[in-house]
Structure formats: structure tokens, C-alpha cells
């Protein structure tokens, strides 16, 4: 049993440590890009990715690989998801949407930025997984909903922030009025050929201000709950 405890003690050594040496690879990585924000840096250091993530691939957490998780959906890779949480432009005192919660990560991280996360999932096992882990954590700031994300949260309100991991066919402007004045969206919108590329939604009054950048691995938005997982 001695031995067994001194086992389980140096995994969880080495695991400790490939989350300290992983965060840090990132961040130099992140400042080579321009991303610097020490708010958010923080937030995704007190979110250890290998939490999300099965044992298998805890030590590929953080690296800019996508990782598969449950329900055959998958954890985009660290760097892509910071570069995202950055270009959200998240702050205090913020109420956030989030469409696809999967494994929960991003959500944790911008629940210890946001005053206020509602998450919309569309399998069970993902929402009640993420809620073990967020409550782990502590985060009571958010909102884990079972639900078709792309009829968005009726009955919520606005947000300032709207965050999608996946993709619409079109720009969605049924999001128009979930969005609060000057209220930013991140989306993917399949373009023609299959290809996704990350679309900017700024609310103007009751239009969108829109522009286009990288491409994406987002898959289109599946309509519906899921019936079993």
C-alpha cells in the first residue's frame, strides 16, 4: 500500500509538472503572436487543461493539437483557444454566451473573467461532465444548459460577449437581438469548397459590423439535442 501511495503521489508530481512546463510553453508561444494579456493568461492557468481532457492525452493539453473528447466532438488546441478567448476581448462586468460548452474549458476560463457565463450544449454528457469539473473549481458564475444552440438562449436577455465553437451556414442574424449594443460575436461561417474561417460580429444599432479572418477546424453546428449521448 506504502508503494501504491508513492506511485500515486509521483504521477500526480509529473502530471503538476507538465501542467507548470505546458502553460509556460504556451505563453511564449502566445507573445511571439501578441498575445499578452495577463488577465487572461491567468485565467487559463488556474484552468489546468489536462483537467478537461482524458488521462490519455493529459500531456498533450497544451499543445496545438486538437484533442478528441467525448461524444466524438474534440478540445481545439491551446494556442488556437487562447488566440480566440483573446480576440473576445472579455472583461469584467460582461455577460457571455457561449454556444458548444464541451469540455468546459473555455468556459472556465471566461468565468473567472465575465460576471456571468450561460453555456448551451447539445449533449448531455459534455454539460454534466463540464458541470463537475466547473464545480470543482468552484466557478458559480455559470449557466449549463442541454440545448440547440443555434436557436440561441430565448428568455436570457442580451450579452455582451457571444462565443460559438462551430459553424453556421450563413451569418446567424438571429443573434441580432441576443447581442447588447456594441456587443461582440465570434463565430465560424462555412464558406464555399467546406471551409470555415472565424467571422467578427459587432452590433451596430440593429445590424451587424462584419469581418472575416483565419480558418477554422470548427464542423457545422448540428441541429437538435442529442438523443442519447
Known amino acids: 500500500m506504502a508503494g501504491e501511495g508513492i506511485a500515486l503521489m509521483g504521477a500526480s508530481g509529473r502530471q503538476e509538472l507538465d501542467e507548470i512546463e505546458g502553460f509556460a510553453g504556451l505563453v511564449l508561444r502566445l507573445r511571439r503572436e501578441g498575445v499578452a494579456d495577463a488577465e487572461l493568461l491567468k485565467a487559463v492557468e488556474q484552468s489546468p487543461r489536462s483537467y478537461f481532457v482524458s488521462p490519455a492525452f493529459a500531456g498533450a493539453a497544451f499543445s496545438q493539437r486538437t484533442i478528441p473528447i467525448e461524444c466524438g466532438t474534440f478540445l481545439e488546441g491551446a494556442d488556437l483557444m487562447v488566440r480566440l478567448l483573446h480576440m473576445l476581448e472579455l472583461q469584467k462586468g460582461q455577460r457571455v454566451l457561449e454556444i458548444g460548452t464541451g469540455s468546459g474549458f473555455a468556459t472556465s476560463v471566461m468565468a473567472r473573467i465575465a460576471d456571468r457565463v450561460v453555456s448551451l450544449e447539445r449533449y448531455r454528457t459534455l454539460s454534466s461532465l463540464s458541470h463537475q469539473r466547473l464545480e470543482h473549481f468552484g466557478l458559480r458564475n455559470v449557466s449549463l444548459k442541454v440545448a440547440d444552440g ?80
Open 150 to 229: 443555434r436557436n440561441g438562449a430565448p428568455g436570457e436577455g442580451t450579452f455582451d460577449r457571444i462565443f460559438v465553437a462551430g459553424a453556421f451556414e450563413t451569418v446567424p442574424r438571429q443573434f441580432v437581438d441576443h447581442l447588447a449594443p456594441n456587443g461582440l460575436m465570434l463565430a465560424g461561417i462555412r464558406k464555399e469548397g467546406g471551409h470555415v474561417v472565424l467571422t467578427r460580429l459587432t452590433r451596430i444599432g440593429n445590424r451587424f459590423e462584419r469581418s472575416d479572418g483565419f480558418a477554422l477546424p470548427y464542423l457545422p453546428l448540428i441541429p437538435g439535442i442529442a438523443a442519447r449521448l
